[in-house]
């Protein structure tokens, strides 16, 4: 039984790991699809809105995700990158406004 345990709490931080490195990834993907969009130019302002929303929502996933785990220095320095981030996104985005 407890071999069973280990084996159950190894996969759920493995799958947490993907699903964290998956959140992390869209996200920068999400940021790169934006800043792609100079202007507005290749998007029009609605899209622009929406894909910013949903990087607002991707941001919201992944510092629960990261919250919701062990805290570790790794976990502290992607929530600290996640900050960041969310702040240069949230000060541009009032720039374009």
Excluded: C, H, Y
């Amino acid at each position: 039984m407890n071999r069973n345990m280990e084996s159950s709490k190894k996969s759920v931080g493995e799958s947490r790991e993907r699903f964290l490195a998956s959140i992390e990834r869209l996200t920068g993907l999400l940021l790169d699809r934006l800043a792609q969009t100079p202007g507005g130019k290749l998007m029009d302002e609605t899209e622009t809105r929406m894909l910013g929303s949903v990087v607002m929502r991707s941001f919201g996933i992944w510092e629960k995700a990261l919250k919701g785990g062990p805290r570790d220095k790794q976990s502290e320095q992607k929530l600290g990158k996640l900050g960041k981030l969310r702040k240069i996104f949230l000060e541009n985005t009032d720039r374009e406004d």
